[in-house]
């Protein structure tokens, strides 16, 4: 059964420092999606994307984040300057389409943690 | 602002016991909602989607009802299973797809 991807599953950084999370979506899914989960709170969206460029974006998701889909397999999320909390989970998900069957599929998640 | 309530307290309920979860919502109309399981460490997993038109959604041993005019849903698991044990989340998807989580409520189902 195809499933969507993450990497790494562990990714420790220090304060201020740049870090790429990297997913592989389901190859014929249309909307992709970042959310991030910090330790005992609830998963919060971050941003959706779809056709080449950002749908919706949360007041999370400022400056330092951006997405990108460099080679039409990869989706990726950058941070560009690491802080403590944006240690957390981070999920990311795929989906055929937008609201219609509304299933979205997860990925494993990465953990982030900031030193 | 927009509020998904879901109960904290985890749910403790003996193999074989019917499950009940809430979930309420505010300052919402949704078109749709959503059940996810979610196990320690691992990204959430769909379970069922219910239409605001639909009162009632069945899936094999699960069930979930939508009421808009209380902004409330329930997610009932029948014959509980240990493997039934997990984190179930409640969420709102918006028309671009995005969806809104409530914070889960466990259930732990002993033998």
């Known amino acids: 059964e195809p499933e969507v991807t993450q990497t790494p599953s562990h990714q420790v950084t220090q304060m201020g420092q740049e870090v790429i999370l990297r997913c592989v979506p389901i190859?014929?899914?249309?909307?992709f999606y970042w959310y991030r989960q910090i330790l005992g709170q609830k998963v919060e969206f971050l941003v959706s994307?779809?056709?080449?460029?950002?749908?919706?974006k949360s007041e999370i998701f400022d400056d330092q984040f951006s997405v990108e889909r460099p080679d039409g397999s990869n989706f990726t999320l950058k941070i560009r300057s690491t802080k403590l909390e944006d240690s957390a989970m981070y999920f990311c998900?795929?989906?055929?389409?937008?609201?219609?069957?509304?299933?979205?599929?997860f990925g494993p998640g990465t953990r982030l943690t900031v030193l | 602002s927009q509020k998904i309530e879901q109960n904290s307290e985890a749910l403790n309920i003996q193999e074989g016991k019917t499950a009940t979860l809430t979930c309420n919502y505010t300052?919402?109309?949704?078109?749709?909602l959503q059940w996810y399981r979610q196990d320690p460490g691992r990204g959430p997993v769909f379970l069922l989607l219910?239409?605001?038109?639909?009162k009632e959604k069945r899936k094999e041993r699960l069930k979930v009802t939508f009421d808009t005019t209380l902004k409330q849903s329930l997610f009932h698991i029948t014959a509980s299973q240990p493997a039934d044990s997990a984190t179930y989340l409640c969420?709102?998807?918006?028309?671009?797809?995005?969806?809104?989580f409530g914070s889960g409520t466990q259930v732990v189902v002993t033998p």
């Open positions: 998900a795929s989906s055929p389409d937008r609201v219609r069957s509304g299933e979205q599929f």
């Open positions: 190859s014929n899914h249309l909307y």
């Open positions: 994307f779809y056709n080449n460029e950002i749908s919706e």
């Open positions: 300052n919402y109309s949704p078109a749709y």
């Open positions: 219910i239409r605001e038109n639909e």
């Open positions: 969420a709102l998807i918006d028309s671009w797809g995005k969806l809104q």
